[in-house]
């Protein structure tokens, strides 16, 4: 277990950190995702495919294939499907993730969703208020409701691999 105090972090949930270097440092350097109560490693940044806010949560796979974990084996499905009538997840049915270290909540995989959570079936959902990240190129371990992980929309991805395809290969 590592001593958050050797590491330079936030203190408040509602302190967001206005270093833009912080926040790129997510996208071109490795990044892992720690439980906030046992420091246990849950994923790193190469299984996280964004953020979704309405939820308050990571976004990540899972699994990319059959032999590919995205999530470590320290994030447990728990084996009976949940259902609820209110809250975040009113009218979905659910398996709800837990850390093998403490047993705390740590998210859940929507199965059954109302229309507007339909995206966000299947997939892992990790809670950013449960969890700390440590930022390798940093050396910083911060609160993850500190960051931002949202991605570019997919428009102006496809506007940059246009651009690349165009400059490798003008004629086509």
Same mark, same amino acid.
């Given at each position: 277990?590592?001593?958050?105090?050797?590491?330079?972090?936030?203190?408040?949930?509602?302190?967001?950190?206005?270093? #833009?270097?912080?926040?790129?440092?997510? !996208?071109?350097?490795?990044?892992?995702?720690?439980?906030? &109560?046992?420091?246990? !490693?849950?994923?790193?940044? &190469? %299984?996280?495919? %964004?953020?979704?806010?309405?939820?308050?949560?990571?976004?990540?796979?899972?699994?990319?294939?059959? /032999?590919?974990?995205?999530? +470590?084996?320290?994030?447990?499905?728990?084996? #009976?499907?949940? /259902?609820?009538?209110? %809250?975040?997840?009113?009218?979905?049915? =659910?398996?709800?993730?837990?850390?093998?270290?403490?047993?705390?909540?740590?998210?859940?995989?929507? =199965?059954? +969703?109302? #229309?507007?959570?339909?995206?966000? &079936?299947?997939?892992?959902?990790?809670?950013?208020?449960?969890?700390?990240? =440590?930022? $390798?190129?940093?050396?910083?371990?911060?609160?993850?409701?500190?960051?931002?992980?949202?991605?570019?929309?997919? %428009?102006? &991805?496809?506007?940059?691999?246009?651009?690349?395809? /165009? $400059?490798? =290969?003008?004629?086509?």
């Amino acid at each position: 277990m590592y001593d958050f105090e050797s590491f330079q972090s936030c203190d408040t949930d509602d302190q967001k950190l206005e270093n #833009e270097s912080v926040n790129q440092a997510i !996208v071109e350097n490795p990044v892992t995702f720690h439980c906030g &109560r046992c420091n246990t !490693v849950w994923a790193d940044s &190469r %299984g996280i495919c %964004g953020e979704a806010t309405s939820v308050n949560s990571l976004i990540c796979l899972g699994k990319l294939l059959h /032999w590919i974990k995205l999530v +470590t084996q320290d994030v447990i499905i728990n084996s #009976e499907r949940e /259902w609820s009538l209110d %809250g975040l997840f009113s009218a979905c049915v =659910y398996n709800t993730l837990q850390c093998v270290g403490c047993l705390c909540p740590v998210g859940v995989i929507l =199965y059954s +969703t109302p #229309e507007h959570l339909s995206a966000l &079936r299947n997939l892992f959902l990790l809670k950013k208020d449960q969890m700390y990240c =440590y930022i $390798f190129s940093t050396g910083q371990m911060v609160k993850a409701s500190t960051l931002d992980f949202s991605v570019a929309p997919l %428009g102006e &991805r496809l506007s940059e691999v246009r651009f690349v395809f /165009w $400059f490798f =290969y003008p004629a086509c």
